[in-house]
């Protein structure tokens, strides 16, 4: 399948030039509470992603009906629906993977990219078009939480994924010369790390540019 | 169609209010079945954890069946206190619920059928933070719980503190370390510990050891205990001594604070002496 210039565009900038954490700055909320471990940033991030394209391509599909007075109203029922289902399904088939996102599946629906995303490109573009921009906006989200958690659970605990990955003999406690890093498990560390890769970000783009 | 006209936007906003309704209702009650079985089969795989269960190679719904015996104390549907027979000794599982930093935490609690030392212990949490607080499920904050004593030397119930390093419980109370960084949903599991002990005080204070408050019995109002025959409720006419009990030929009196002691007499001239802790005949009561 040939997609048009437009589409690939959809998709490919929200993972780096339009970056929904990077460049617009969206998002950092939940980038704080879910990034301490690699597994819970891994699953919220997919699951933003999957919210994020639906809710575009359902809004998207309704786009020359919605009353434009109640548009963002209209917006979060469709976007709260769809986690509400999302969250019953998982209960029923997933069990546990629904125990382990508990609080951060109602949380998608204050996410902003989601609110972002709807009113900025799913009321204005058609459904195909809506659908990448969707999984684009979403995997930028989710590469984002997976590298600051990566940092945050390597360096905090040692561990990636909740394997040990540093050895036990190197820590101070057995004898060794290792201790973990205490601050990396403090939600300011999150905003420290997000803004060392936004440095990073912007100085390998404008270095592109020129 | 105007799209902008006020009824448009009042019918629009309905139609599709109603729309997302029957979309949740359907999928609310077309699941809930499923829904109610893994939870139902959580709360299980949780209990065998804090039985120390391994069923990674079996089925744990089976094991938990072949493993229960009785629930002794519920609360509407939800059961609090569950009697088990793990490798022929009695183990009490308590379920506990209290308060984390974010929101609820819980767990079960296994005792050995002494109702003092901690067999088990399992925890879950709604959303404690990941790498703190989230780290009360882990075996290596559970497993400092694994035969500690809730009760002092005189038996009274003390719980179990759960206090940063270097600090001591109060006399007679045993401890076990907070996971550090994680001081609020330590404190909360502190806390759960001893309110929810407090609660099963009557419980785990009691001599009725073999039979505590069966469901069955409950419902007709009339006292229990464990005959060689399984459980048996005694006729309201009939004193519950009169049950015949396990480990006796002819009876062990069950009813007043459970002697331990088997009578030589009948039945009928079974009497507890001594507040029921010891089992005298009719004749040497006042002397014994």
Known sequence: MALSKKTKEAFLGPLNVNNPVLVQILGICSALAVTVQLKPALVMGISVTIIVAMSNVVVSLIRKSIPSRIRIIIQLVVVAALVTIVSEVLKAFAYDVAMQLSVYLGLIITNCILMGRLEAFAMTNDPLDSLMDGLGNGLGYAWILVAVAFVREFFGSGKLLGYQIIPDSWYVANGGFYENCGMMLMPAMALILVGCIIWAHRAYNDKEAK | ????????????????????????????????????????????????????????????????????????????????????????????????????????????????????????????????????????????????????????????????????????????????????????????????????????????????????????CEKKKQDCCQTKAGTECCKAEKACHQCKCENCDDCKDCCAGGCEQCCNNGCKDCKCCDKGKKCCDNKNNDKE
């Open chain 2, 1 to 216: 169609m105007n799209t902008e006209s006020s009824v448009y936007t009042i019918v629009y906003a309905m139609i599709l209010v109603v729309i997302v309704a029957v979309l949740l209702a359907v999928v609310n009650q077309g699941l809930k079945s499923r829904q109610e079985a893994n939870a139902r089969l959580d709360q299980q795989k949780q209990m065998l954890v804090a039985l120390n269960q391994d069923y990674s190679n079996s089925d744990p719904a089976v094991l938990y069946q072949k493993l229960v015996v009785d629930t002794l104390l519920s609360e509407g549907e939800r059961a609090n206190i569950i009697m088990f027979e793990v490798e022929n000794q009695t183990k009490y599982v308590l379920r506990l619920h209290g308060q984390g930093l974010w929101g609820g935490i819980g767990g079960y609690m296994a005792l050995n059928d002494d109702k003092n030392t901690v067999f088990g212990i399992n925890f879950n949490h709604e959303g404690e933070t990941p790498g703190l607080g989230g780290e009360i499920v882990t075996e290596k904050f559970r497993s400092q719980f694994f035969g500690k004593h809730i009760k002092d030397v005189q038996g009274n119930l003390r719980s179990i503190a759960v206090l940063k390093e270097g600090k001591m419980a109060d006399e007679g109370q045993e401890q076990v370390d907070a996971w550090a960084g994680a001081t609020i949903t330590s404190t909360g599991v502190s806390e759960m510990l001893a309110s929810n002990l407090q609660e099963y005080s009557e419980f785990l204070n009691d001599g009725h050891k073999e039979c505590y408050k069966s469901p069955i």
